[in-house]
């Protein structure tokens, strides 16, 4: 145990020199590590030199994967995956896999800052950003550092380049430091966005579905949440919500708008757009949120969502679903198009297409299960055009 530690201050010394950027600070080897962004993943066949792998001498083989289970949209569990394909393709055999809950063996790759494990504590896991990694070979450990799962990701690429590349099929000590560019999405949001009507709203929302078509150069945040407004006057208002504090904290390069479908709610005596205060109100408290973000990044893309529109409602009354959807149509939409136009920022017009979609809506109101897919595809179809030219 004693050698552990004084392994692990060693790291931990290692890593307060070096920073957690992409150096080329190999140790022992590190050079036959190439840059992360080349893929590993082909279809090789399996070669006999690979098929007898060690790391320190011990057979690749007697290796645990073990991933950080976490609620985020990018999984650990995915690159645990990807890994073990890999692992499967050139070497002929699978690795057991197993989440963090697990008591800690002896011969383990862990995948992000994996609970339980002592070689976490040579990372200060804050200072990581999307996308930044850190790939070390320690002993009986490979660890594929990161905060989010991007960047395990892409160090996962870097352990699979420098599998490929040993000479001797033997992985010795290495630390090899990157950090791939990751574009940060937040989807802002209602109950929509935070996936009411899923059995799952971690597997199963619009932005887990986005996460996944997207890709790892792409890290969606979820922060949405039921029955909230965008008028600040409202009993739940989206800027006094934990969600917005933790989509400021993201600090996005992308922020998806989808609210307004609360502030229509005819239930609600105090959600009385007889008042013209009301359209005051709502205006300047989707500022507040918007100007947020810009006041966090000024180059930060916003794009506001046209709420979707409300059909017969489980549990209302038809009376109900109709005023609720003339209201959307009123108030919501215009004011909505009428700030998008002040700022010069675009809009996903979700309405249109909800009316010609309604089975998507399985009470009426929101997507369930599998059609968040269908609703993320939407979402997808127009946002890729502004990642594009983001890019270009």
């Known amino acids: 145990m004693k050698k552990i530690q004084c392994i692990v201050i060693a790291i931990c010394l290692l890593l307060s020199l070096s920073g957690c950027v992409q150096d080329n600070n190999d140790v022992s080897g590190a050079e036959s590590v190439s840059s992360a962004a080349e893929s590993g993943t082909g279809s090789e066949s399996t070669d006999n030199r690979y098929s007898d792998i060690t790391v320190n001498g011990v057979s690749l083989s007697q290796?645990?994967?073990?991933?950080?289970?976490?609620?985020?949209?990018?999984?650990?569990y995915d690159v645990a995956a990807e890994l073990n394909d890999f692992i499967s393709s050139v070497c002929g055999y699978t690795l057991k896999v197993t989440g963090d809950s697990t008591t800690e063996t002896e011969y383990e790759i862990l995948i992000g800052f994996t609970a339980g494990r002592e070689l976490r504590n040579a990372f200060d896991r804050d200072s990581f950003e999307v996308g930044q990694y850190t790939l070390v070979v320690l002993g009986s450990k490979i660890m594929l550092a990161a905060n989010y799962a991007n960047g395990s990701h892409f160090a996962y690429l870097a352990l699979s380049r420098a599998i490929r590349s040993d000479t001797d099929g033997n992985l010795t000590d290495f630390t090899y430091n990157g950090k791939e560019k990751v574009t940060k999405i937040a989807c802002v949001g209602d109950s929509i966005t935070e996936a009411y009507n899923s059995d799952n709203r971690y597997t199963q929302s619009y932005p887990a579905y986005l996460q996944g078509l997207l890709g790892w150069n792409y890290c969606v945040l979820n922060a949405g949440i039921g029955g909230y407004s965008v008028c600040n006057t409202d009993v739940y208002a989206y800027a006094d919500s934990a969600e917005f504090?933790?989509?400021?904290?993201?600090?996005p390069?992308?922020?998806?708008?989808e609210l307004g479908t609360n502030d229509c709610n005819p239930v609600h005596d105090y959600k009385d757009w007889s008042d013209p205060e009301r359209e005051t109100v709502f205006k300047a408290s989707a500022k507040e949120i918007i100007d947020a973000f810009y006041g966090l990044n000024p180059d930060v893309t916003v794009l506001i969502c046209l709420p979707t529109s409300v059909f017969p409602v489980e549990g209302y009354s038809a009376e109900t679903a109709n005023d609720w959807?003339?209201?959307?149509?009123?108030y919501a939409l215009p004011l909505l198009n009428d700030i998008a136009a002040e700022y010069g920022i675009g809009t996903i017009d979700l309405h249109?297409?909800?009316l010609t979609h309604p089975e998507v809506f399985k009470d009426g109101l929101h997507p369930y299960n599998?059609?968040?897919?269908?609703?993320a595809e939407e979402v997808y179809r127009n946002l890729?055009?502004?990642l594009t030219a983001n890019n270009g």
């Not at 290796?63 to 650990?76: G, L, N, P, R």
């Not at 599998?370 to 609703?375: A, F, G, K, Q, V």
């Open 63 to 76: 290796f645990t994967i073990v991933y950080h289970e976490t609620t985020d949209c990018a999984k650990y």
């Open 253 to 257: 390069d992308v922020v998806i708008f």
């Open 325 to 330: 959807a003339a209201q959307i149509e009123t």
């Open 245 to 251: 504090r933790a989509a400021k904290a993201f600090n």
């Open 384 to 386: 890729l055009p502004v």
């Open 370 to 375: 599998e059609s968040y897919l269908t609703y």
């Open 352 to 354: 249109s297409w909800s």
